[in-house]
C-alpha cells in the first residue's frame, strides 16, 4: 500500500487512481522504483502503468503456452480446507476423522464428501448430527493424526490425542474444546455418490473462541490460522496475508 501512496502522491488525477483499481496496485507496488516521481503527469503515469501491464500480459501468454502440460485425472481444487467432523455413536462415544472434501453449500448448510467405511460416517448415520471443527495451525499434528488414524482399528483414536470434548448444546455431538471454531450441525441429508457419501448437515450454531474475533465480533481470519491442504503435494499450508475484499475488487471493471 505504502507504494500506491507514493503514486497518489506522484499525481493524485482520478483518471490514474481509476487505472490503478482496475489493474490491482500488487505488480505497480513492486515496480514503483522504475519510473515514478514528483514531475510525471497524469498521462504519463498512465501510460507507464499500460506498458507495464501490456508487457506482463504478452509475457504470461507466452509462458502460458509454453509451459501448459497434460496431468490427467487430479483432484484439481486448491485451496481445500482441513475440517474436523466429530460424532457420537448411539452409545455417546465419540470419534472425529480429518475432512478436506468439504465445503459449505447454503448459507445454513455444510456438505461432506466422506466414504461410507469411516467409523465417523457410521456415527453421523446413527446419531443424525455432528460437528465441523476448523483445523489450525496450532494443532495441525492432531488434525492429521484423525486423518491416519482409523476409529475402527483405534478404538482410543480420541482419547490418544489427550483433547477433551464437551457435549454441543443444540445438536447430540461433540465439540473438541481444542479447535477454535466448530459448526454444530444436524444430519439434513444422504446422499450417494458413486464412491462415497455426501453428508449434508443443517448448521444450527457455530462457537468460536473469543480469541478468535475481531472487534466486529465476526472470525478474523488473520488470527485463526485455518490450515490449507494441498491435494497436489500432500500439504498443509497456512492461510497468507488479505490482499483484497470481496465484491469490491471487480468494481472498476463493473463502471466500464
Ligand atoms: C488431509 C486429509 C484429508 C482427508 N479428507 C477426507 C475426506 O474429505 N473424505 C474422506 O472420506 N476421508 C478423508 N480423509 C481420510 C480420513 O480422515 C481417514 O480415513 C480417517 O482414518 C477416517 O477416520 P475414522 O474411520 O476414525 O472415522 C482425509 C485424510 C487426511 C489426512
Redesign the pocket.
Known sequence: MADVCRVRQACPKAKVLDELAVRGSNQIERRMGLGVNVRHTENDVVEWINRIFNQQRKTNKRKLKMTKKDLSVVPAVYP?P??I?AAYDKDGKM????????MICDMDKIA????E???????ILETKAFTVAIADMAHMDV??F?????????PD?FERTGYTATKSQRVNAPVIDEFPVTMECELAEVVSTET?YCIVGKIANVVADEAMLSDNGKVDPAKLNALI?D?FQ?G?YVTGEKVGQAWNAGKPLMQK
Open positions: 481445500m482441513v475440517l467432523v470419534n472425529a476423522m480429518n475432512a478436506a472434501w468439504g461432506l464428501f466422506i466414504s467405511g469411516h467409523k465417523t460416517t457410521k456415527h488434525a492429521d484423525f486423518g491416519i488414524a482409523a476409529g475402527n482399528k483405534t483414536k462415497m491442504f491435494q500432500s498443509y
